[in-house]
C-alpha cells in the first residue's frame, strides 16, 4: 500500500494513541505503587474505575460521531479529543503533591478518569471508526498490521525508554513530555487528516435510541458473529489483565532487577516480537484468515507466558518475552481486522464502543481484581517506602496463560459465513 499523506496522519494518530495508553496502563500504576502507596488494591480500583469511563465515553462519543458525521465529519472528534488527551496526561502526577494517601488515591483515579474520557472518545472510538471506513476486507489486516507496528514502537518508547527517563527526569517531567506529544502531534495529524466520504443521513432514529441500542441484547444477538468474537476478546482480555498491570513491578520488586534492566528486558522483547513480525503477521491474517491465526495466537500466548513466569536471568526473561509478545501482537491484529469486518457500515462507532465494553469494561475491571487477589494472597509481603505492602508472584503469569485458553471456546462457535464485500474503497 502506497503511504499517501492521509496515512501519514493515521499513523501518526495511532502511535500517540499506543504511547498514551502505554504510559495510563504500566506508569500510571507504577507511580500509584511507587510514589503513594505500594498497596496493588489501589491500582485495581484505578483501573476498573478508567475502564468504566473509557465504556461510556467510547459509547456516547462514537455514536455521537457516527451520526454528525454526514455533517461534521469525524475530524473535530478527534482533534479537540487528541488535545485534551494531552492535557489532562501532564497533570496526572499532581495528584501525588497531596499529603494524605487516600485522598492522593482518590484524586489520581479522578485525574486518570478525566484523561481516559478524552482519550477514549478520540482514540478508542472516533479513530478506530475511522480506520474501518476507510479500509477494505481485502487491505485491513495489512492496514492493523502497519498500525500494530506503531503500537510496539510507542511500547518500545513507553517500556523500553521511560525506564531511563524517569530515572534521570523524574515522573513529573516524563508525563509532562508525554502530554505534551500527544497535544502537539496529535494537533498536527487531526488537522492534516483528510475526512472518508461521509454518508448522505445519519443513522436512523435518534440518538438516544442509537445510544439504548448499545445495551440490548438482541441488538448484539443480531451480529452473533460479532458478539462471540466480543466475548471471545473479553476473555482473552481478562487472562491479560491478571498479570499485565502488574508487569513491571513484578519485574522489579520479585526478580529484582532495576528499572534500566526491566526496560531492557521489555525493549528487546517488544522490538523482535512485536515490531519485527506485527507487518508479517497482517500479511498473514490477510492471506489465512482471522481465525487461524487468532486461534495460534492463543495457544502460542499460553506458553509464552507460563515460561515467562519460570524465567529468572535478564536473556531468559527476554527471549519467553518474545514468545508472549508474539502471540499478544497477532491476537491484535487478527481480532482488530475481524471485528472491523463485521461492523454494521453506518454505525461504527458505536460497535467501536461495543469492542470497549467487552475488550476493556469487563477485563480491566475483572483481570486486575484478580491478580490483586492473587499478589495479596500468594505474594510476599514486604515494606517499601516505609509503607506494608505485596510483591505479585510468578503465579500471576501462570493464571492468566491458562486462563487465555478459554479464548478460543466462542472461536469455535462461531457460524461460518460468505466472504464481506468490501465496504470501502479508496
Known amino acids: ?47 476498573a474505575a478508567s475502564a468504566i469511563t473509557a465504556t461510556l465515553a467510547s459509547i456516547f462519543i462514537g455514536a455521537l460521531s457516527d451520526r454528525m458525521r454526514y455533517k461534521w465529519g469525524r475530524k473535530p472528534f478527534l482533534l479537540i479529543g487528541y488535545v485534551l488527551w494531552g492535557v489532562t496526561t501532564a497533570v496526572f502526577p499532581i495528584s501525588a503533591l497531596i499529603s494524605s494517601i487516600g485522598v492522593a488515591i482518590v484524586l489520581a483515579i479522578a485525574f486518570d478518569c478525566v484523561m481516559t474520557f478524552f482519550g477514549s472518545s478520540a482514540n478508542d472510538s472516533v479513530f478506530h471508526a475511522y480506520v474501518a471506513d476507510i479500509t477494505t476486507v481485502d487491505n485491513r489486516g495489512k492496514v492493523m498490521g502497519v498500525l500494530e507496528i506503531l503500537t510496539w514502537v510507542a511500547m518500545l518508547v513507553v517500556y523500553g525508554g521511560a525506564g531511563f527517563a ?7 517531567t516524563f508525563f509532562y513530555i508525554v502530554g505534551g506529544l500527544v497535544l502537539v502531534l496529535g494537533l498536527i495529524a487531526g488537522i492534516a487528516l483528510r475526512e472518508a466520504e461521509k454518508p448522505a ?39 491479560q489483565q491478571v498479570f499485565f498491570p502488574y508487569l513491571i513491578i513484578y519485574i522489579n520488586h520479585n526478580l529484582k ?107 480491566m475491571t475483572i483481570g486486575p481484581m484478580i491478580g490483586s487477589w492473587l499478589t495479596t494472597t500468594f505474594g510476599m509481603q514486604a515494606v517499601i517506602n516505609d509503607q506494608n505492602g505485596f510483591i505479585p508472584p510468578a503465579l500471576i503469569f501462570q493464571v492468566g496463560g491458562f486462563a487465555t485458553l478459554l479464548a ?13 464485500t468490501p465496504v470501502l474503497k479508496k
Open 1 to 47: 500500500m502506497k503511504v499517501k499523506p492521509v496515512w501519514w496522519s493515521v499513523y501518526i494518530l495511532g502511535f500517540l494513541g499506543s504511547l498514551a495508553w502505554g504510559v495510563e496502563n504500566q506508569y500510571f500504576n507504577t507511580f500509584i505503587y511507587n510514589e503513594i502507596t505500594p498497596d496493588p488494591r489501589p491500582i485495581s480500583w484505578m483501573v
Open 201 to 239: 443521513n445519519p443513522p436512523e432514529g435518534t440518538y438516544f435510541s442509537q445510544i439504548a441500542g448499545t445495551f440490548r441484547w438482541a441488538v448484539l444477538r443480531a451480529n452473533e458473529n460479532l458478539l462471540l468474537l466480543f466475548i471471545s476478546i473479553t476473555l482473552w482480555g481478562i487472562a
Open 166 to 172: 524517569i530515572e534521570y527526569l523524574g515522573y513529573y
Open 408 to 420: 478460543s471456546i466462542p472461536i469455535f462457535l462461531m457460524k461460518k459465513s460468505s466472504p464481506l
Open 257 to 363: 532487577k532495576s528499572t534500566s534492566e526491566s526496560s531492557i528486558v521489555i525493549f528487546l522483547a517488544i522490538l523482535i516480537g512485536g515490531i519485527a513480525l506485527a507487518y508479517p503477521l497482517g500479511i498473514l491474517v490477510d492471506k489465512w484468515g482471522r481465525k487461524k491465526v487468532a486461534l495460534l495466537a492463543i495457544l502460542g500466548e499460553m506458553i509464552g507466558l507460563v515460561a515467562f513466569s519460570l524465567s529468572k536471568s535478564l536473556f531468559a526473561l527476554v527471549l519467553t518475552g518474545i514468545l508472549w509478545i508474539a502471540p499478544l501482537s497477532a491476537w491484535m491484529i487478527a481480532t482488530g481486522a475481524w471485528s472491523k469486518d463485521l461492523y454494521p457500515e453506518d454505525k461504527r462507532g458505536q460497535f467501536a464502543g461495543y469492542l470497549i465494553l467487552f475488550s476493556v469494561a469487563f477485563t
